[in-house]
């Protein structure tokens, strides 16, 4: 498609139509059909996730001197007002937190929320999923770690959650999965919440993307059959014929059914986008030689990514996305893994070059976005503030160790949350890391709460009842092992913080 064409329904729908209509190859038949043929507003949320951390506390978070109110919880727990310092043309919450005055305001800062102090209980390494609760999405599931059942991420609880998506009319895409390979799973059928769980592969063309959102207007002269209807009867033959069809390959006939149908309800889609202007550019345009130490042209991609999620939202054609940053918005050309990641925690000046990386992050990606949604009008205010945006980071204060891991939030989910804090979860008297730098270690750690309690935040701010993401004995949502490796920082840390993993989270919430 030439970019600067203006792309119709029947242009943007025809080839996923298309392709989608054919009967999906079924291997038990393959021998024989060979031979024979809250608020007004909607509430929206994004997740960012970004891979190592490893980034000391002295440059993550603001000064423990915020940290000046207590709450007593099942350990004590600190928190006080997210400080906007002004230094020459940045605010400043933290070294990493920082950004230019002129979009970082004071008046965004109070809408953002820095928590400390999330914790996974046992050890998990070069993760993707474990941002949104499929820690089974690591590289090392059943050999350098547990074996860890594999779910669905609370993105896609929510896109498939009749109660957060309780009127479909103005949706297109129930969710928008970009960056890197991704770090979304959902149900082989995703309707009945059945079946394999399986990784999204992302879309990391922002031309694409946009199409995936956007509502040309209607021809009023198309009629438009419904799709199922062209291959029902081959279906009925199939799913009838119990003697050939293995039962795998019935269900695997009634999910591509099932894809059908979703397909067709998004041709339906009513409604008109058409003041939104179609973009020229596209995030591919960036990519190429010499792109993974570029800072600058990583930024241009994640701005226009930024875009189309600020045109989904602001128009309501989607409400979720997940971006997994894979870029380290840098100009080291090593090993990023073991020259940068796997020394920072021992070395300043390897530190130094991470924790810039991380800075460049919150700047142009974090920043970029929650300042544009805040821009944009919603009925009740702004989209931001009908939005929880949240950046997590793979590991806490060392690489591949998920202790004190940083969430940094943005906007209120339309009002669920109190903005504007620093709250420190951490339990100070139970310490996991020891800093002693006669052998170069400079970060002390503590343990603190159980992420998974986050996450059932997360799902009920949404509006989800815990009955369509709470499961096994624990609250929250994802898998709770206590780890068994005396090595691991949480081992046998974790006992009261089990017992409230089903409540929301504390000070952010009531």
């Known amino acids: 498609m030439n970019r600067t064409q203006k792309p119709t329904r029947r242009m943007v729908l025809r080839g996923a139509a298309g392709a989608a209509l054919a009967i999906p190859f079924l291997p038990s038949l393959a021998d024989k059909e060979a031979r024979a043929q809250q608020s007004a507003a909607p509430k929206r949320f994004v997740a960012i996730g970004t891979q190592h951390g490893g980034v000391w506390q002295?440059?993550?978070?603001?000064?423990?001197?915020?940290?000046?109110?207590?709450?007593?919880?099942?350990?004590?727990?600190r928190h006080g007002t997210l400080p906007a310092d002004v230094v020459g043309d940045m605010t400043v919450i933290s070294p990493v937190l920082s950004a230019p005055s002129d979009r970082l305001t004071p008046a965004l800062v109070q809408k953002m929320n820095v928590l400390r102090g999330w914790d996974v209980t046992f050890y998990l390494a070069h993760h993707r999923g474990g941002h949104l609760g499929n820690y089974a999405e690591n590289d090392g599931n059943g050999v350098d770690g547990p074996t860890l059942a594999r779910r669905a991420t609370i993105d896609q609880v929510m896109a498939w959650s009749p109660t957060f998506y309780s009127d479909l009319s103005t949706?297109?895409?129930?969710?928008?999965?970009?960056?890197?390979?991704?770090?979304?799973a959902v149900w082989s059928s995703p309707n009945s919440k059945m079946g394999e769980i399986q990784n999204i592969t992302p879309e990391n063309n922002s031309l694409q993307l946009f199409n995936s959102i956007f509502v040309p207007p209607a021809d009023p002269m198309e009629v438009r059959p419904p799709i199922v209807d062209l291959v029902i009867e081959d279906y009925r033959r199939l799913r009838s014929s119990t003697r050939r069809l293995s039962t795998e390959d019935r269900r695997r006939l009634d999910d591509h059914l099932e894809r059908l149908d979703e397909l067709q309800r998004k041709?339906?889609?009513?409604v008109s986008c058409g003041d939104i202007p179609v973009p020229t550019e596209s995030s591919q345009d960036q990519q190429g030689s010499g792109y993974g130490v570029d800072p600058e042209r990583q930024k241009r991609f994640w701005e226009l990514m930024n875009d189309v999620i600020v045109a989904a939202f602001s128009c309501d054609t989607c409400r979720v996305a997940s971006m997994f940053i894979t870029d380290h918005f840098s100009t080291y050309g090593g090993d990023w893994h073991q020259d940068i990641a796997h020394q920072a925690?021992?070395?300043?000046?390897?530190?130094?070059?991470?924790?810039?990386?991380?800075?460049?992050?919150?700047?142009?990606?974090?920043?970029?976005?929650?300042?544009?949604?805040d821009a944009a009008q919603d009925s009740d205010g702004s989209v931001l503030d009908n939005c929880l945006v949240q950046w997590t980071q793979e590991s806490g204060v060392k690489t591949h160790d998920p202790i004190e891991m940083p969430v940094v939030t943005a906007g209120s989910a339309g009002g669920f949350f109190q903005t504007g804090r620093y709250v420190d979860y951490r339990n100070l008297s139970k310490k996991a890391h020891t800093a002693d730098p006669n052998n170069n270690e400079y970060v002390e750690g503590y343990t603190g709460l159980v992420y998974n309690q986050w996450l059932g935040t997360v799902c009920q701010a949404m509006g989800l009842p815990k009955s369509e993401y709470e499961q096994g004995s624990y609250g929250g949502y994802g898998e709770v092992m206590l780890s068994t490796e005396g090595w691991y920082a949480g081992y046998q840390k974790y006992d009261a913080e089990l017992t409230v993993m089903g409540e929301l989270a504390p000070i952010v919430t009531g």
């Open 345 to 373: 925690a021992n070395v300043p000046a390897q530190h130094a070059v991470l924790a810039d990386g991380h800075q460049r992050t919150f700047q142009d990606v974090f920043v970029d976005l929650v300042a544009k949604l």
């Open 267 to 270: 041709i339906n889609v009513a």
């Open 171 to 184: 949706n297109l895409a129930r969710s928008l999965v970009m960056g890197g390979n991704g770090m979304s």
């Open 58 to 77: 002295s440059s993550m978070y603001p000064d423990d001197s915020v940290l000046n109110q207590t709450r007593a919880y099942v350990h004590q727990l």
